[in-house]
């Protein structure tokens, strides 16, 4: 049976970048990892690089957020940026507190055998490739326009379900940074121009358990990019998942800000 994808319109910003709809392919099952770390966390750098590692092996069908939280979180003196915001903390408390770094939330589940939804980076790699091997339930057509004079980010997006979704989806937009280079614990000491990757900055649809889409299958918003941020260094990871005691996302996409 065929799909129709609609879209609304929305008023253009002057000057602004006007990126047509992406609509990946249905059926391909995507991958969120949020990775918990810290500036102070020694053994996080290696956990930064097992998901690049694996990235290199799944490409855009594995997205990683990286939320700056907890005890090891805090800047050092000489930091630049303070990488930690109150969505993380959120996002901390609603998703589970690690019990050691690195840890990541694999599409918000728990899987067999674990305790919580937080697991251990000798477990990140095969439950990824389980998890991309599920069928994907619904498809995101998303649309985004960029004022580069305002700064100002137009996010639209259009749901289209494969099969019917459960009463409790809720929809979460969030803004991450790539390539910010800053003080960075590490086992041969503190770098200073460490490279920072998928910072997590800001959480675009309300809280950190997402917006209630109350059965309705389109949602858009705006928001201003600071200008402390590299806005070509910033993307959106968008996805749909569950609220209740069942967290699992059910699908997520990522796009570059600018292209």
């Not at 200008?227 to 070509?232: D, G, P, Q, S, T």
Request: aromatic share 8%.
């Amino acid at each position: 049976m065929k799909k129709a994808l609609f879209f609304i319109s929305f008023g253009l910003f002057s000057a602004c970048a006007e990126i047509p709809p992406v609509v990946p392919p249905l059926g391909d099952r995507k991958v969120l990892v949020e990775e918990f770390t810290g500036v102070r966390c020694v053994n996080c750098p290696a956990g930064a690089a097992e998901l690049e590692n694996l990235k290199s092996i799944y490409g855009d069908r594995l997205l990683v957020v990286s939320i700056h939280t907890g005890d090891f979180a805090p800047p050092y003196s000489d930091s630049k940026y303070d990488f930690r915001t109150a969505e993380g903390a959120a996002l901390e408390s609603w998703l589970g507190v690690p019990l050691g770094y690195p840890t990541a939330v694999v599409n918000r589940k728990k899987f067999a055998g674990q305790q919580s939804l937080q697991v251990t980076k000798a477990n990140w790699a095969g439950l990824i490739a389980a998890e991309s091997q599920a069928p994907s339930v619904l498809n995101l057509a998303i649309d985004k326009k960029y004022a580069k004079d305002s700064r100002e980010l137009t996010v639209s997006v259009t749901l289209a379900p494969t099969e019917k979704l459960p009463d409790d989806m809720r929809l979460t937009v969030l803004l991450t940074e790539n390539d910010v280079l800053d003080a960075q614990e590490t086992p041969q000491g503190k770098k200073s121009d460490y490279k920072h990757k998928h910072i997590l900055r800001r959480i675009v649809s309300g809280d950190a358990k997402g917006t209630d889409l109350k059965g309705l299958l389109t949602w858009s918003s705006n928001t201003k990019i600071p200008n402390n941020w590299v806005a070509e260094n910033c993307y959106l990871v968008i996805f749909v998942h569950r609220s209740g005691d069942t967290k699992d996302v059910l699908q997520v996409s990522e796009l570059k800000m600018i292209e």
